[in-house]
């Protein structure tokens, strides 16, 4: 089993509606990122969270450490959000990273 | 403060030559970390430094494999003989503090 388990590994939605994607980890950590990587592209760090959660424009993350759990949310979704978002969890300084979820956004 | 460099973004190989990836920090940062991504798989830690030290190479491959942060100049992960097997996108990135990390645009490897 891996140690980052992200959900669902694919994800088609139309422009506007309401996006969450689920993680969940099996170890001890110290933070939990989520990245943003389009295809052939970068990756770009969207969160850092160890507690709570964060907001960025329409982009939401939580993280609850006693369930291990964190998601993340994208509202009122639209095309240029379609990438692979990715969970990573920092354990002793490097990053353990989720396989991915592949999420496109139908106009 | 301009973002994590690497270069070559592309690289293009024979089996068996050398390739040497190099990695630009940003500013103020002494922590970098290589990541390798291979075709359809998910993101693998490979080693993790600080200026002159090697703290954790626990992902790197046993053989063929190595890499560098020198107290002047960029990160190097330095790959001998390569093989089809090392095509892949390697990531580095940067951390003042070991704890917040920011990526490069990573070099593509392609083994011909």
């Known amino acids: 089993k891996n140690e980052v388990e992200q959900s669902p590994q694919n994800l088609t939605a139309q422009e506007g509606e309401f996006i969450t994607i689920n993680c969940s980890y099996s170890v001890g950590i110290s933070a939990l990122h989520w990245l943003q990587q389009h295809p052939g592209g970068g990756i770009v760090s969207l969160f850092m969270l160890s507690s709570g959660k964060k907001k960025h424009g329409r982009l939401i993350a939580t993280i609850n450490i006693q369930e291990k759990h964190s998601s993340l949310h994208i509202t009122a979704s639209h095309p240029r959000d379609s990438a692979v978002y990715i969970c990573?969890?920092?354990?002793?300084?490097?990053?353990?990273f989720g396989q991915g979820t592949r999420l496109t956004i139908n106009p | 403060n301009a973002g994590v460099m690497q270069n070559p973004r592309h690289l293009v190989r024979r089996r068996g030559q050398e390739a040497r990836l190099r990695c630009s920090p940003m500013?103020?940062?002494?922590?970098v970390y290589w990541y390798r991504q291979l075709p359809e798989e998910g993101l693998k830690f490979m080693v993790y430094?600080?200026?002159?030290?090697?703290?954790?190479e626990s992902g790197m491959p046993k053989e063929r494999f190595s890499a560098e942060f020198p107290k002047e100049g960029p990160s190097i992960l330095r790959i001998q003989q390569v093989v089809r097997g090392d095509s892949a996108a390697y990531f580095c990135a940067s951390s003042p503090q070991g704890w917040e990390q920011y990526f490069g645009p990573g070099t593509r490897l392609t083994v011909t």
């Open positions: 990573a969890v920092l354990k002793l300084q490097k990053l353990v």
């Open positions: 500013k103020g940062h002494s922590h």
């Open positions: 430094l600080q200026k002159e030290n090697i703290i954790d």
